[in-house]
């Protein structure tokens, strides 16, 4: 089973072929997919959350959908409600609980409690079951 610092490594290791990244959480319940061409940004998406986790940027989606999320190394955070929530992410490159990371500009911290990203000018996001904070 391949580690996030194995993935990160790949990344600094090989610029030339680590453009784009997908990883997932332990859970398998949140996965992320990014690039850093152009700027690093990093997309998340949240398969099951509890009812009434979503942040208010999200709108009214509901916890049967998937909650959507990005990071864009330079800007703002986003969010958007997904499809319905369906089978947690089975990608090989997992984001070990305890392990930081960055993404161009962007840090991300992987915990039991949840998964945070943050860029220099202090946007972010943290996703977990029982909440979810874009800011």
């Known amino acids: 089973m391949k580690s996030f610092a194995f993935l990160i490594s790949i990344l600094f290791a090989l610029p030339a072929w680590a453009d784009g ?3 997932r959480t332990p859970s398998g319940n949140i996965y992320c997919n990014g690039s850093l061409y152009g700027g690093a940004i990093v997309d998340c998406v949240i398969v099951t959350r509890e009812p009434g986790s979503a942040p208010a940027q999200a709108g009214n ?5 998937e909650l959507e999320v990005s990071l864009d190394e330079n800007g703002g955070s986003s969010s958007r409600c997904g499809r319905p929530s369906g089978r947690k992410s089975t990608y090989s490159d997992i984001a070990n609980y305890g392990v930081t990371a960055k993404f161009g500009n962007i840090t991300c911290v992987s915990e039991s409690t949840g998964f945070q990203c943050v860029n220099p000018s202090g946007h972010g996001f943290f996703l977990s079951r029982r909440k979810q904070n874009i800011w």
């Open 21 to 23: 990244f997908g990883f």
């Open 61 to 65: 989606c509901p916890a049967g959908r």
